[in-house]
């Protein structure tokens, strides 16, 4: 996941894809995290692997990867180098690529455990004073996370615990700490990004209760929604458009793969 300046990452944005190869069977190049699920892996464990077969085998294309780890320079080293031509989840829209249609529309979410019944709806809920929050952290005061951003604005400091929002690379799953802290009691709540959160409270212990974050900006400049698109390099029109067709054609299995990774969604007003 990509991360971009205010918000996660995607997160928090990401991969390539690109058609290349012989006549008789195209190359469908995807440039991807090697450890960063629920969006990609080494084993093809992400729903944007998944959503890459589905681009490939709709092409009649081989599927291949270039693996790199999503920090800053992602797209640098990988889109704009032409090692790949597909991005499969940047924010929409992405200022050094041309984006296509959304594909999906997701939120920050309260993460809690089901049996404390907090049934937390905004930050500005009193109790969120008291309780022990998560939150997930870029590094800097600013370039984090619009949650980061919004609790300090409320002088929301002393209770709250940062989690890297790359996590632990050396880990496998580096993204799950921030839910399993959850899961585990040793905080109260956590605010993640919706595919992230939506992923590991599948595979907690305990129930988790998801909620997004109201409303859906803090500010005019600080949103807790992002659309999320595929991208190609700027004045890559004819791949643009073949990948808007795709994304057309294709959205109901598009949007079963993501169900099926619990991926949260919300609708455009």
């Not at 940047?90 to 200022?95: A, G, K």
């Not at 609790?151 to 050396?170: C, E």
């Not at 400049?221 to 004045?235: E, Y």
């Amino acid at each position: 996941m990509i991360r971009w300046r205010g918000s996660l990452t995607l997160a928090a944005a990401l991969f390539c894809a690109a058609s290349s190869g012989s006549a008789s069977r195209p190359v469908l190049r995807v440039c991807a995290d090697p450890n960063n699920l629920p969006f990609s892996n080494r084993a093809g464990e992400g729903f944007e692997n998944r959503i890459a077969e589905l681009l490939a085998a709709d092409r009649g294309a081989r599927l291949e990867y270039t693996w790199w780890p999503q920090r800053r320079g992602f797209v640098r080293n990988t889109l704009a180098a032409g090692g790949c031509d597909v991005v499969i989840g940047v924010p929409h829209p992405f200022e050094p690529v041309a984006t296509t249609l959304p594909y999906y529309r997701s939120s920050y979410v309260f993460v809690s455990r089901r049996d404390r019944a907090l049934r937390l709806r905004t930050l500005d809920d009193p109790r969120l004073r008291e309780l022990r929050i998560a939150v997930q952290l870029i590094g800097d005061d600013f370039s984090n996370t619009p949650p980061a951003h919004a609790l300090a604005r409320r002088g929301i400091t002393d209770n709250v615990v940062g989690y890297p929002v790359y996590g632990d690379y050396a880990q496998p799953d580096p993204l799950s700490p921030i839910v399993s802290a959850v899961d585990r009691g040793v905080v109260d709540v956590a605010v993640v990004w919706g595919p992230i959160a939506g992923y590991f409270a599948r595979r907690s212990q305990a129930p988790l209760e998801l909620t997004p974050v109201a409303p859906e900006r803090d500010s005019p400049s600080l949103p807790f929604v992002f659309d999320i698109s595929m991208a190609v390099r700027r004045g890559d029109a004819a791949r643009l458009a073949e990948l808007d067709d795709f994304l057309v054609r294709r959205r109901a299995d598009v949007d079963a793969v993501l169900d099926r990774y619990g991926v949260p969604r919300v609708e455009a007003h």
